[in-house]
């Protein structure tokens, strides 16, 4: 637990993003009545029944110095997932940092390990050089 709240009470370094990542599992919901709209007043009315659309996933990483939030939805949870989300995100966000500091829980898909399962080697490579995880402990998250 030290390591992270050692990692938060770090002033922000210029060439070195500090982000906390996670994922959550959602349940896709439909309506089988519609709702009645809203009123004056009055909020809008629903029915308790609904229809099941299937499950999806919320990637989130968030920028613990500027605030910024990055998400992505995907079908399920897996170490491809895993694994693409983060390339992209430092891709697409952080190119320019030699180092990313990530804070995550210990899931068994949030490895170094699911790079190299899912990307070409020499891009795996660079992904692991660049962020360094920061595990919460279990049950602390």
């Not at 922000?12 to 959602?26: G, H, I, S, T, W």
């Not at 952080?94 to 068994?108: C, F, M, R, S, T």
């Amino acid at each position: 637990m030290e390591d992270v709240l050692d990692l938060y009470a770090q002033d922000p370094v210029p060439d070195k993003a500090r982000l906390c990542f996670d994922e959550r599992p959602c349940q896709l919901l439909g309506d089988i009545i519609a709702p009645l709209p809203m009123k004056a007043g009055k909020p809008e009315k629903q029915d308790h029944e609904y229809i099941r659309r299937g499950t999806a996933v919320i990637l989130l990483a968030y920028d613990i110095d500027t605030g910024q939030r990055y998400t992505q939805v995907r079908k399920q949870r897996t170490k491809k997932d895993y694994a693409q989300f983060m390339e992209w995100l430092v891709k697409e966000h952080y190119p320019h940092l030699k180092q990313v500091e990530l804070v995550q829980d210990n899931l068994n898909t949030h490895a170094y390990g699911s790079f190299y399962d899912h990307l070409p080697a020499d891009q795996a490579r660079v992904l692991a050089q660049q962020l360094n995880f920061h595990f919460t402990p279990k049950h602390g998250s």
